[in-house]
């Protein structure tokens, strides 16, 4: 069965770093969207993004955050310049267009010292 | 602003018995309602979701109910097994493309 991927699994940085999070979203979805969940937390809308712009992002992604499709496989987001903060966990996920299902990586944990 | 939210926040049954858990939802053009089960470590996935044409959805042990007119969702798992105890969380979508609003999760532990 496709599956949402995503490295690395777990990012150490410190503050005031830039991280780039990778996914590979399924290959056939046309939308693909990143989400974080600050531990114990729900999970949290940050941006969306289809025909390599993005269609809505969230108060959270802010001017340090950006996304990228650079290569139509993969799907990347950059944080600028971390903060404390940013420390949660990454999710990527992937929808097409026959269902209104998104499907989600494993994440990654961002920690932030 | 949208939101979702989700009661209880634990949710502690005996092995067998069935477990419920409540949603309420506050923009009324939300059309999609998927429930997601988070195990440790892993994204969320998908275990079942109903549309807003319809009232009530089976899927063998889980079963979902939406009351639209009032904007509440609940999911129902019934015998509950071991293997039940995740986090669910419910959670609203306006199109197929949108982004997906999520409650704040119910931890479900199973007791044996």
């Known amino acids: 069965e496709p599956e949402v991927t995503q490295t690395p699994s777990h990012q150490v940085t410190q503050m005031g770093q830039e991280v780039i999070l990778r996914c590979v979203p399924i290959s056939n979805h046309l939308y693909f969207y990143w989400y974080r969940q600050i531990l114990g937390q729900k999970v949290e809308f940050l941006v969306s993004f289809y025909n390599n712009e993005i269609s809505e992002k969230s108060e959270i992604f802010d001017d340090q955050f950006s996304v990228e499709r650079p290569d139509g496989s993969n799907f990347t987001l950059k944080i600028r310049s971390t903060k404390l903060e940013d420390s949660a966990m990454y999710f990527c996920?992937?929808?097409?267009?026959?269902?209104?299902?998104?499907?989600f990586g494993p994440g990654t944990r961002l920690t932030v010292t | 602003g949208e939101n979702v939210e989700q009661h209880p926040s634990t949710l502690s049954v005996q092995e067998g018995d069935s477990a419920v858990i409540k949603c309420t939802y506050s923009d009324s053009a939300s059309n999609y309602f998927p429930w997601y089960k988070q195990e440790l470590g892993k994204g969320p996935q998908l275990i079942i979701d109903?549309?807003?044409?319809?009232g009530e959805k089976k899927d063998q042990r889980i079963a979902v109910t939406l009351n639209k007119t009032a904007k509440h969702f609940s999911l129902h798992i019934t015998e509950t097994q071991p293997e039940d105890s995740a986090v669910y969380f419910c959670?609203?979508?306006?199109?197929?493309?949108?982004?997906?609003?999520f409650g704040k999760g119910t931890r479900l532990h199973i007791l044996p």
């Open positions: 109903i549309r807003s044409n319809v």
């Open positions: 959670a609203a979508q306006k199109n197929r493309d949108d982004k997906i609003i």
């Open positions: 996920a992937s929808g097409g267009t026959l269902s209104y299902e998104q499907y």
